[in-house]
C-alpha cells in the first residue's frame, strides 16, 4: 500500500502558476509510476498528465500540453506538477495516483490503472 499526500493548491489568476507536489510513502514507494488526474464540479475525472517510474518517460493530456510539467525527485518519492499559463478552465480538484505494479520506462493513462489515490487538492482559477 502506498499513501499519497497532495500540497500545493490554492487560488490564482488566470495567467499565474502553481507547483502541486504528491509525497508517496510506505511499501515500494519510488517504484511506481505515478500521475495527476483532476475533477472539475459535475465532470468525470480526467488524465492530467504521467511520469514513468525513473522520470524519463512522460504524458500529458492535449489541454494542459506546453502549459504543465511532470516530475519526480530525485529519490523517486515525490512527484510535482509545474502548472504555468493558468486558465478558468483549469479549475478542478487535483488529485495524485501511483501504480503499484509499474514496468520500467512505461506511463500509464488510465484512471483504472492506478490503485493508490491521494486525498486531492483544490486548484481555482479566477478569471
Known amino acids: 500500500q502506498v499513501q499519497l499526500t497532495e500540497s500545493g493548491g490554492g487560488l490564482v489568476q488566470a495567467g499565474g502558476s502553481l507547483r502541486l507536489s504528491c509525497e508517496a510513502s510506505g511499501r515500494a514507494s519510488s517504484r511506481n509510476a505515478m500521475a495527476w488526474f483532476r475533477q472539475a464540479p459535475g465532470k468525470e475525472r480526467e488524465f492530467v498528465a504521467a511520469i514513468s517510474i525513473g522520470g524519463g518517460n512522460t504524458g500529458y493530456a492535449d489541454s494542459v500540453k506546453g502549459r504543465f510539467t511532470i516530475s519526480r525527485n530525485n529519490a523517486k518519492t515525490t512527484v510535482y506538477l509545474q502548472m504555468n499559463s493558468l486558465k478558468p478552465e483549469d479549475t478542478a480538484v487535483y488529485y495524485c495516483?501511483?501504480?503499484?505494479?509499474?514496468?520500467?520506462?512505461?506511463?500509464?493513462?488510465?484512471?483504472?490503472?492506478?490503485?493508490?489515490w491521494g486525498q486531492g487538492t483544490q486548484v481555482t482559477i479566477a478569471s
Open positions: 495516483a501511483a501504480r503499484s505494479a509499474s514496468v520500467s520506462g512505461r506511463t500509464y493513462y488510465s484512471a483504472d490503472e492506478y490503485d493508490n
